[in-house]
């Protein structure tokens, strides 16, 4: 999707997935160190490089919508930390090798295959070896509960798709299920998740 899609998603000044963490990203603090590098992918309006940083990691944010990584450092401001932002299309970004030391990946289904595997490759390519990817995403079967995200399947992870692009890490965690989320307006309700942290070999 393009830029000025998401800048007109975002062109309003409530905060359209609010301004708390992601629940499950929250969960893994105890993996947060302060001084580490860390990547928030498609990080919208801020929320959870924000608190990336609120943990003291030097956080990279990048998203493509300008509006939207306004709202992240207007965010950021506000809670007193400091973030590091750039406007990017992550498909076709020049993803740095061996850069970070944590990359959170918080719901960024928006890119169906063969456009997806760039992403990944991408994830795969940016973490340090000893580094952590930290995962949420919906399951197919989010398509019947329609409380967030995507509207095409093809976009959407299962337990068994995540195994094929980094079983060769070790997988810390992976779990599928159904759980009520609140994250603003665009992502409320009984939702079909799937949550993974990896550890880059």
């Known amino acids: 999707m393009s830029s000025d899609f998401w800048d007109a998603r975002y062109a309003t000044d409530d905060y359209i997935f609010g ?14 160190r302060p001084g580490m590098r860390a990547l928030a992918v498609a990080d919208g309006e801020g929320r959870n ?3 990336l940083a609120e943990q003291g990691a ?33 498909l076709d970004w020049a993803w740095p ?16 295959p063969p456009e997806r595997d760039r992403i990944i490759a991408g994830i795969r390519r940016t ?13 197919p079967k989010q398509i019947e509960f329609a409380t967030g995200g995507p509207g095409n399947p093809a976009n959407l992870y299962s337990a068994d798709l995540l195994r094929d692009w980094f079983g060769d890490w070790d997988i810390l965690h992976l779990r599928e299920h159904e759980s009520v989320i609140s994250e603003g307006s665009h992502h409320h309700g009984m939702s ?10």
Do not use: C
Not at 19 to 32: D, E
Not at 97 to 103: H, K, P, Q, S
């Open 19 to 32: 301004t708390a963490p992601n629940v499950f990203l929250a969960s893994q603090a105890a993996l947060i």
């Open 49 to 51: 490089g924000v608190w």
């Open 58 to 90: 030097s956080v990279h944010a990048i998203d493509v919508s300008s509006a939207a990584l306004q709202k992240a450092r207007k965010l950021a401001a506000e809670r007193g930390v400091t973030l590091e932002t750039e406007q990017a299309d992550v």
């Open 97 to 112: 090798e061996a850069a970070y030391d944590l990359v959170a990946a918080i719901f960024i289904q928006f890119a169906p």
């Open 127 to 139: 973490l340090k070896s000893g580094g952590v990817l930290i995962l949420q995403g919906y399951t």
């Open 192 to 201: 079909a998740l799937v949550d993974m942290v990896a550890r880059k070999a």
